[in-house]
Each structure stands twice: as structure tokens, then as C-alpha cells.
């Protein structure tokens, strides 16, 4: 059966893509590697004597699910599922709404990043923005975080501190994604995220200006 309908074509690689990349087809990926990896400028050793010293246990390079999981650190394992650090965005509470924050740096908005413990999901179960989609890579980098597990933590530690300690940024208030609409944004002493100073003054002026123009309207006159 040749397929011809492009509908049909793009739901069906859709549908294939999500199959490989699921924790099967990545173990047979890994499984399939073969000759050496470098481990140096000098020095190689075969696929499975990495995979042994990341903690992997098996007599040969063949990998399954569990062969992993097992592997993987029990303190970046949660509700029966392995976790990575993996750069999400740092969010902000103001007034109730939570917004990515952002830094200016040479005229453009850049997202505040953060490293936290994500889910390692397959890609049909990927359910949450944070989650993320297992492929040999992440396979790979959450068995050397595994490893080196307290450099792991630190890390996560230390970006936490540096997000917390930041006082001020900028949010996308606006609801139609392709406009705009950036304010800025401060935190209190209190770490309650509000809008800056000028931005107050300035929807103040805003509100007094509008009520100005409704009351001239009321009166038969234009605001000054």
C-alpha cells in the first residue's frame, strides 16, 4: 500500500517518529553501537565497558528498559520514573498569573533558564512542558548524572540560588501570541513579584487619563 494523501502521510510519520522514540527502540539504538568510543585523545574502549562504568550492569552490549532504570540514581527517580537535570524555564507569580521571566540583554528578551529534575518520558507519554522525550543522548547524560549524582545536585542547587536571588525581569502580558507586550517587573522584599515602579506610574497615568476622558464625555467636554 503506497500512501498518497498528505494528511495521512504527515499523521503517519507523527505516529512513527513517537514510536522511536520510546525506551524499546532507544535501548536497540544504544544496543547497536558497536566498534569504540574515545574516551580521550589516546584512549578508546568498547560501547559496553562505558555503558559498564555508568553503572549499567550487563555481560554484553544488549540494553533493555530495566537494565537502565536499575542504573539509574535513586535520588533522581520519582513516582516510578527515572528524572534528569534538564534547563526549564524560571516562572513568576504576579498577581496570581505565572509568566517566564525574562532578562534584556542587547535589545532582545532572553527566557531566565533554570535546571530542575524532569521526567525521561517516552514521547507518547510526554504529558508536561518539563518533560522530556528519551532519545541515546538523555539516556546517556542521566546515566553520567547518575554517576556523578552529587555534582548533579549541586548544580540544581546552585541554579535554584541564582533564579531566587534575581529582583527584577520582564513578562510577555500579552494574550495574542503574535503581539508582544512586555512589562517590567520587580520583586519585594517580601519575594512578591509585582510590577515595577514605572510601570505602576504608568498604568496609573493611563486609568487617570481614561477616567479624565469619560468624565469630559459625560460633561459634553474633552479632557484637557
Same mark, same amino acid.
Given at each position: 500500500?503506497?500512501? #498518497? ?11 512513527? *517518529?513517537a ?28 560501547? =559496553?565497558?562505558?555503558?559498564?562504568? =555508568?553503572g ?19 535520588r533522581?527517580?520519582?513516582? !516510578?520514573k527515572v ?5 526549564? $524555564?524560571?516562572?513568576?507569580s ?21 535546571? *530542575?529534575?524532569c $521526567? ?45 536571588s534575581?529582583?527584577? !525581569? ?23 513579584? #509585582? ?15 481614561? !477616567? *479624565?476622558?469619560? !468624565? ?9
Open positions: 500500500m503506497i500512501i #498518497t494523501s498528505k494528511k495521512s502521510i504527515n499523521n503517519g510519520v507523527k505516529s512513527m *517518529a514510536k522511536a522514540m520510546s525506551w524499546n527502540q532507544v535501548c536497540k539504538a544504544i544496543s547497536g553501537i558497536g566498534g569504540y568510543v574515545s574516551i580521550s585523545e589516546t584512549e578508546k574502549v568498547r560501547p =559496553l565497558e562505558l555503558m559498564q562504568s =555508568l549499567v550492569h550487563v555481560s554484553k552490549n544488549s540494553y533493555k528498559p530495566k537494565d537502565i532504570f536499575d542504573a539509574w540514581s535513586e533522581m527517580k520519582k513516582d !516510578g528524572l534528569m537535570a534538564h534547563a526549564v $524555564p524560571y516562572q513568576v504576579v498577581f496570581g498569573v505565572d509568566y517566564p521571566l525574562y532578562d534584556l540583554k542587547d535589545e532582545k528578551y532572553v527566557r531566565v533558564s533554570m535546571q *530542575a529534575l $521526567p525521561v518520558v517516552s514521547a507518547a507519554d510526554k504529558a508536561d512542558k518539563t518533560d522530556v522525550v528519551v532519545n541515546p543522548t538523555n539516556i546517556l547524560r542521566g546515566l553520567q548524572q547518575s554517576v556523578f549524582i552529587e555534582d548533579t545536585l549541586a548544580k540544581i542547587a546552585k541554579s535554584e540560588a541564582k533564579c531566587a534575581i529582583t527584577s !525581569g520582564y513578562i510577555n502580558v500579552s494574550t495574542d501570541k503574535k503581539v508582544e507586550k512586555w512589562v517590567r517587573v520587580e520583586k519585594s522584599k517580601d519575594g512578591i513579584w #509585582t510590577l515595577a515602579t514605572e510601570e505602576k506610574k504608568a498604568s496609573n497615568a493611563k486609568a487617570a487619563a481614561k !477616567g *479624565a476622558s469619560k !468624565g469630559g464625555k459625560k460633561n459634553g467636554k474633552k479632557a484637557a
